[in-house]
């Protein structure tokens, strides 16, 4: 019997950036929907276009990425009041995107339409269903946000559910309940989607949680046993407030508990990767105690549980850790994970079988590196060039006698001044030649940046076609104060695509040199050089 298709709808880079602290550049927004594209997720809500000029670029840029799978929503609202959906700014804003998905958030809530559009409740339902006719004449597929349905519903069910009619009978291709304030339980969750069943085919429902009790993954859960065939979330549940409900444990539990399809099986395996990729793209660390992808989600101290583990997986682990990308660690010896290795090495161009000997030694020295503070999982530029260098088949392309940065900050507009330059002087070697170059930027890693391509652009000319896009710096250990860890992720492209790589050290400026040598280096031998 074939398994129940459930759709999956990623916000992100909607939803995910309203998380306090997050700030995606384009660049960022741009990787982030190349990683979830290759996982498998159907529907990636960009931002609101013309809201800002960084999401009209991104409506731009998108379009031009050679996207296998997903496909790209545009977010905004219904119609304003008294305005015909053909005139509306707002909805032409949506078209112009060119995003294939629309997804308009109209109320569904009574008191909302009175107090907060104030409006009629007549309105407000010529709002949805003038909306969504318009929007489906112009050929987009049509997602509706059913704004507060849920307090909407236990309000007045009556009109809630009129709301629902009007956005479906209109061709609201997949009409979303949405839990905006997050305090709905399971089953409340469950029995109010029911309800909507009775108005709408399961087939066009969708849920759409937040997290303010606690409940979004299980709210998400109780909806799809209710009927509802599309979720919504975000990576890591990254969300305003407490977040929105975490689409990858969503994922994992209707495919592993439940018996649906979202990603497959093949996919699935990328679940924990996709985690970390998000989570470094947004300065973040996944928790390590997050469901399925967190570090110590398979985690084990000694005595009873791991020598149990050892003889009886199923005894303390609820799921194989393989299928979602993880792996069972021991705290006092962690297991390999030689497959992960040689699967990832072969995306990288190198071939590798779990037998070869030296799979485990770098297996290893990865293992020791991330203790110290490296990420690779962002960092495939790093990762290329380390496990290269293991098996002897990767030389340097210059090698650093020494550098030198200065940073000269006359101070004289005041304390508010932004007049700091960075000169930085290096000395390389390339093959026999030694070489001397000074680099002026407006940071020192821009400085170093320049004195670095100054003295090696006269072996390697194609390194101009190497263009730094991103550079990040983490704090690892903030108890420390000024002797903590940092680590540094740069980001790089060239006309084949971008990579990242990445540098630690308790110094911020050797990390970054690390980072930034790494990313010419690998640069250099993607070309061939």
Not at 277 to 284: D, G, H, K, L, Y
Request: with cysteine; aromatic share 6%.
């Amino acid at each position: 019997m074939a398994k129940h298709r459930i759709h999956t709808y990623d916000s992100t880079l909607r939803d995910g950036e309203q998380s306090e602290g997050i700030v995606l550049s384009l660049e960022d927004k741009l990787r982030i929907v190349e990683r979830l594209d290759g996982f498998g997720i159907d529907y990636i809500e960009g931002g609101y276009p013309a809201s800002n000029p960084k999401d009209i670029a991104f409506f731009r840029e998108v379009q031009r990425l050679p996207l296998k799978h997903a496909r790209i929503a545009a977010f905004g609202s219904t119609c304003k009041k008294g305005v015909a959906a053909k005139n509306d700014a707002g909805l032409a804003d949506l078209l112009t995107s060119g995003a294939p998905v629309v997804t308009i958030v109209g109320k569904t809530w009574d008191q909302q339409v009175i107090h907060a559009l104030q409006a009629t409740l007549n309105e407000n339902l010529r709002m949805i269903a003038d909306s969504v006719s318009y929007l489906k004449s112009q050929g987009v597929r049509v997602v509706f946000d059913a704004e507060h349905f849920f307090d909407g519903f236990k309000a007045n069910a009556d009109y809630a559910l009129e709301c629902l009619k009007a956005a479906y009978l209109s061709g609201a291709d997949s009409i979303d309940l949405c839990e905006t304030n997050g305090g709905a339980l399971p089953f409340e969750v469950e029995e109010m989607v029911r309800q909507a069943a009775s108005v709408v085919p399961r087939a066009a429902l969708g849920i759409h949680c937040h997290n303010d009790s606690g409940c979004a993954v299980a709210n998400t859960l109780a909806a799809v046993r209710a009927g509802a065939t599309t979720v919504q979330g975000t990576v890591n549940g990254f969300g305003e407030r407490v977040g929105n409900a975490d689409i990858l444990t969503v994922i994992a539990d209707l495919e592993l508990k439940m018996g649906y399809v979202c990603v497959g099986p093949d996919r699935l395996r990328q679940l924990t990767g996709v985690a970390q990729f998000v989570a470094e793209t947004c300065n973040r660390a996944v928790p390590s105690h997050h469901p399925y992808t967190g570090a110590s989600a398979f985690a084990h101290k000694g005595g009873l549980h791991a020598s149990a583990i050892a003889r009886f997986p199923q005894a303390y682990e609820h799921a194989d850790p393989s299928t979602v990308g993880n792996m069972t660690r021991m705290l006092v010896s962690e297991l390999a994970g030689k497959a992960s290795l040689v699967a990832k090495a072969k995306t990288l161009g190198i071939d590798l079988s779990v037998d070869d000997a030296p799979v485990q030694k770098i297996l290893d020295e990865i293992k020791r590196r991330e203790q110290e503070g490296y990420s690779y999982e962002v960092a495939d530029g790093s990762l290329a060039i380390l496990i290269r260098s293991l098996l002897g088949g990767f030389t340097p392309h210059f090698k650093l006698e020494s550098f030198r940065v200065i940073v000269d900050d006359r101070e004289d507009t005041g304390a508010w001044a932004k007049d700091a330059m960075s000169e930085a002087t290096i000395k390389i070697h390339v093959g026999k030649r030694r070489f001397v170059a000074t680099g002026e930027g407006a940071g020192p890693v821009g400085a170093l940046d320049n004195a670095l391509r100054l003295a090696i652009t006269e072996f390697y000319p194609d390194v101009k076609g190497i263009e730094l896009v991103d550079f990040k710096v983490r704090i690892l250990d903030e108890n420390v104060g000024t002797g903590a860890i940092t680590r540094v992720v740069i980001t790089s492209r060239d006309k084949q695509g971008s990579w990242g790589t990445v540098g630690v050290s308790e110094n911020i400026i050797e990390a970054s040199w690390n980072a930034l040598v790494d990313a010419l280096d690998y640069g250099l031998m993607r070309m061939g050089k």
